[in-house]
């Protein structure tokens, strides 16, 4: 077996101030919260979500990680890149009928040593299973299990170390990130000092109580809101208005993607117009990644050529 040690990546934390005549006119600032790393795909919460995943299967002497994801998934790029910069070993179960090599996600992930494993989508809704969970560790003994997103009390844990609320300007009165299985937001939870809102970018009933799982005490259950109005026709799927907001945001040198951060961010403006935030609000929101899924919506031709360039920052001079 190899030792896994957590080898500090080095990560470039940014704050980015958006300006937008709609936030002056309603006096709510906003600042957008970005950690970026030399491997892409472990930008955003992604390294947070996986650092103390390295540390337990170091401490249980474990040969990799086992985890679970979509053909196109953030988390599945982030597991397989993760595990290759430590040496470790990952194995993928995926929601798929066939394994197409030409998925950009899927071949950076075999690329990396990733082993692959598809799962129709009858068999995937077992994932959290307890029976299925515990018939895998028997099959893979020698592995980590890490769930789907990476949302376990270690994901929220590593989530919990940023410090959010300290903007540029002052403290910040909310937080905000997108919500999806649900560990970013309860780590960002754990370790606020301020209003924390998550704002959902899947239709999934169980998910305020899987927050509430990853929650440390009931005295931070008061601070946080999950918005639901935003995840549209269902995850993955976006509108256009929601990628005519990423293009005006890329103009601003903000890049975001549709699936995630865009309708999330999207969601905070329609908030704010809706004046949701009372005047002299600062919000941080938290930019969680997720570019490398650009490659995937254009490889389906979800978005076009000129889209992916201008949404990737590759348009730009
Ligand atoms: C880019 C991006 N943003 C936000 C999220 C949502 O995070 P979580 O699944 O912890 O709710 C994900 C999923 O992990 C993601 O890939």
Redesign the pocket.
Known sequence: MQSAEITALPVVARWQPIHQPLLLQRQVELWVYQLNTAIPQLS??KWL?LKYHIAQAQQAQKAGFLTFGGAFS??LAAVAAMCRYHGLKSLAYVRADQLDNHNPTLAFCLQQGMQIQLLSREQYRLRNDAGFLQQLQQQHQHFLIVPE?G?SVAGASGVAELELDLTPNGKASHIIC????????AGIINGAGCKVLGIAVVKDPSLPARISQLLHSSNNQQNWSLNTDFCGAGYARFDDSVLQFCREMAQQQLYLEPI??GKALAGVFALIKQGYFPPGSRLSFFH???LQGLAGLHYRKLITNADFALLSGLAAD
Do not use: E, M, P
């Open positions: 955003g919460n979500k953030n988390h997103g949302s997108a919500a999806a299985s649900g560990g970013t937001l995630y951060t969680t990644g997720g």
